[in-house]
Every structure is written in C-alpha cells, then in structure tokens.
C-alpha cells in the first residue's frame, strides 16, 4: 500500500523568530519513503538539522517576520496490516528490564505518576502482567475519558486528565503512559499520521495523532489510548517521554498559528508523482 502525506502549517509572526521542527518521518520509516517528505518554507528560509536525545530528526531556522508558511508531502509504502497484536506478551520483572527502557518508568511533565500511583495499583494490581494488564489501563480511560477537540489544553497532566474527565489524544496518551509506569511497565509517548483507512465514513479533518509504546516480552508495541483499536497507516514522526519532548513545532517567541492542514490518504501507484502543498 502506498500513502500520500504531507502537512501545511501557516503562521503569523510579528518578528522573526526561531523555530524547530518534528515534521518529517522517524528514522525507523524512512527506508519505506518512495518519495522524501522533505521540508519547505515560503517564504525560504536556510535550515539545519540535528537528533535530539531521543532520535528524533529536528529542523531549526529562523522564520521572517509576517506570514511564514511550512509544509512537507511524501509518499510511503505501508504493508497495509492494522497494528500488530500480541495477547500473550509478559511484562518484564524491573530487574530484567533493558536499561535503556528505564526512562520510560519515571514520572515527566504531563505524566505525573506521583499522583496516580496508588490508585494505579488500586484499578490494575490484580490484572494479568502483561498485554492484558495495559489493554485493561486503555480500556479504562476510553470509558472515563470523552474525547473532543474542544477540549484541547496545553497544560493539561494525565492526572487532570482523569479528573475532569475529558481531553484530546494526547491526553488520553498521556493517562494510559502514566498508569503504565505506575505499573512498572515503559512506556513512551508518540506522535505521527494516522490514516482512516479501513474506517467507517465520514472522516474527521486530517490531523496528527498521539499513541503510546509499552515494552513487552523484549520489545515495543504500540497501543492507541484514544481509539482504543488496532488502526492501519499509522506512520510514526517522533517520540519521547511525553508530548513536552515532541512538540511538532517550536517557537521561541510570539506567533499565532494560522493555517493547519494534515493528509493521509491511500494513493495509487499509478498516481506516483511529486507531492506538495
């Protein structure tokens, strides 16, 4: 399967301003771009790249005052399958866990495991370790917690989340991570495309999404706290341990974004030509 994406971001800046971007596919994607989902700015800009202390591919410039428009458009392969699943996947005793996955136990900014831990051991401590022990974490929160965009808030924590009941994907995200690491299971936030394919009309406007990963039986899975089902086309763009670690764009000063637009949408190969905005 091949998938047409690409985003457009538009922006009101009164004075130029700094800024770094997560915008282009994970370094683990990139080998199943058919076409580069490269960056560009109108008006140009020079830019420069670097990977921060997760992987992640980051864009710094430097945006002109007025209006500064940033967009990307790719295609990339995709073998089509939902998620994979894996129900009987054992959750690792701490002692056995990889060091590098340890980060993923500690509370971060929107993952306030301080506050969540004893009730996390409360709802979950008699669950099976594992799959089932994460899936039951997701399930509690699509039951507690209403989704809509207007609820959207940017300060918003996973135990907020839980208390006033309502949020975004990333809050949604964000509850199952901090319930996870209460649970001595890593977890890591992510951030990407996700198509609609293989779900029912009508479509929601394209946006970006958030999910989680939780290492099981000696690797990563992804789980998606806000669908709460296995999903196709789920293109990966950064990830970290919480959205404060990955944010899609940065800036360092004023700036009112005004344009946002976000594609993923299954193309033919017989469509196979440049992308853009």
């Not at 073998?79 to 509370?107: E, F, I, K, M, N």
Request: glycine content about 8%.
């Amino acid at each position: 399967m091949l998938i047409n994406i690409g985003c457009r971001l538009q922006f009101n800046l009164p004075q130029p301003t700094p800024l770094i971007t997560m915008l282009n596919v994970h370094f683990t994607r990139c080998s199943d771009l058919e076409q580069p989902d490269a960056l560009v700015s109108a008006p140009s800009v020079p830019f420069s790249g670097y990977r921060d202390g997760f992987g992640n591919w980051c864009t710094r410039m430097v945006a002109p005052e007025g209006e500064f428009v940033l967009s990307s458009g790719g295609l990339l392969r995709d073998s089509g399958q939902p998620d994979p699943v894996a129900l009987h996947a054992r959750q690792h005793p701490v002692q056995d866990l990889p060091s590098d996955t340890l980060v993923y136990l500690l509370g971060s900014r929107y993952c306030d495991t301080d506050l969540l831990s004893e009730q996390a051991w409360r709802l979950f401590g008699d669950s099976d370790p594992g799959w089932a022990r994460v899936q039951a974490i997701c399930d509690f929160g699509k039951d507690r917690v209403t989704f809509g965009y207007e609820h959207a808030k940017a300060t918003r924590t996973a135990s907020q989340t839980l208390a006033e009941g309502h949020g975004v994907c990333r809050d949604f995200a964000h509850l199952a991570i901090a319930f996870c690491r209460c649970m001595n299971i890593p977890a890591r936030y992510c951030t990407g495309y996700l198509s609609d394919i293989g779900t029912p009309l009508p479509h929601a406007p394209g946006d970006f999404a958030a999910w989680m990963e939780v290492y099981l039986e000696g690797k990563w899975w992804v789980f998606d706290p806000r669908n709460n089902t296995p999903r196709i086309g789920r293109i990966l763009i950064a990830q970290g341990r919480d959205a404060a670690d990955v944010p899609l764009t940065q800036t360092f000063g004023a700036a009112e974004m005004t344009g946002f637009e976000v594609r993923t949408q299954e193309a033919a190969r017989k469509d196979l030509r440049p992308y853009g905005w």
